[in-house]
């Protein structure tokens, strides 16, 4: 069982930036990808940003290609989402979620563990 807890959410006007933190439970999170998704209301869950175990490979929903950016740190059992040019669209609620399965995924039936979210959100 791996328990994520994610925190950094809140409100930020348009332009400006904002880091998630996501942190896991498990001291073996260092082998599971790692992704974010987000969630507006009234909308599906939308895949953002995933990364390898290793760090070495990540990928980007093409709505925060070049915007976002999204690292980890295993030794703190922890992975980030630096969020830039932050626009009123990116406002939703934000989770973490860890997957079982080696390889990045971007569908959210893929992953096994999700946080419980924080709420972000962009004002004009």
């Known amino acids: 069982q791996v328990q994520l807890v994610e925190s950094g959410g809140g409100l930020v006007q348009a332009g400006g930036s904002l880091r998630l933190s996501c942190a896991a439970s498990r001291r073996t999170f260092s082998r599971y990808p790692m992704g974010w998704f987000r969630q507006a209301p009234g909308q599906e869950r939308e895949f953002v940003a995933a990364i390898s175990g290793s760090a070495i490979s990540t990928k980007y929903g093409t709505s925060v290609l070049g915007r976002f950016t999204i690292s980890r740190d295993n030794a703190e059992n922890t992975v980030y989402l630096q969020r830039n040019s932050l626009k009123p669209e990116d406002t939703a609620v934000y989770y973490c979620?860890?997957?079982?399965?080696?390889?990045?995924?971007?569908?959210?039936?893929?992953?096994?563990?999700w946080g419980q979210g924080t709420q972000v959100t962009v004002s004009s």
């Open positions: 979620a860890a997957s079982l399965s080696p390889g990045i995924r971007t569908m959210p039936g893929a992953y096994d563990y």
